[in-house]
Nanobody, 126 residues
């Protein structure tokens, strides 16, 4: 079983930056993982924001964050960071880290990843 823990959320003004981190622990049986960040705003569906395959060859960004967010693999086997710049009010929400041992290209068909963190809150004020 893998446990994910997010950190780095908070409140910033529009135009500011935040960096989210995700660290995994537990039994990591796969060499590579699809690491992804999702967000959910009140009253809205959860959406995939960014994803990266730790084995290389795949990154994904939602159109709404392209050019502003950058996902990268962290230091651990199951870890990822999300650098967020030029934040907008519509970026507010609960951000979740997720991981899956399958290639992101397959996972992205449904975005139903196996492991999920508890989430970290991001609030952008104008």
């Amino acid at each position: 079983q893998v446990q994910l823990a997010e950190s780095g959320g908070g409140s910033v003004q529009a135009g500011g930056s935040l960096a989210l981190s995700c660290a995994g622990s537990g039994h990591t049986y796969s060499t590579y993982y699809c690491m992804a960040w999702f967000r959910q705003a009140p009253g809205k569906e959860r959406e995939a924001v960014a994803a990266i395959y730790t084995g290389g060859g795949y990154t994904y960004y939602a159109d709404s964050v392209k050019g502003r967010f950058t996902i990268s693999q962290g230091d651990g086997k199951i870890s990822a960071t999300l650098q967020m710049h030029d934040l907008k009010r519509e970026d507010s929400g609960m951000y979740y880290c997720a991981a899956d041992p399958n290639y992101c290209g397959l996972v992205a068909r449904t975005w139903e990843l196996v492991y999920w963190g508890q989430g970290t809150q991001v609030k952008i004020s104008s």
